[in-house]
């Protein structure tokens, strides 16, 4: 095996790879989980209780 084989092999993993986080990413089972933390930047923080500083 010289080094264009091994630069083969590496490659197909790397594509093996990316499908499967693509194959991931748009499954349907993570809709839910992809849902709740686009959700995340728009719901309220709690408001502080008294005594606590708002900086802090």
Do not use: C, Y
């Amino acid at each position: 095996m010289d080094i264009n084989d091994l630069r083969s092999v590496i490659t197909v993993l790397a594509f093996v790879t990316f499908i499967g986080i693509v194959a991931w990413a748009w499954s349907s089972r993570q809709k839910a989980v992809f849902d709740e933390a686009a959700r995340l930047p728009l719901e309220d923080d709690e408001p502080p209780t008294t005594g606590q500083h708002a900086g802090r």
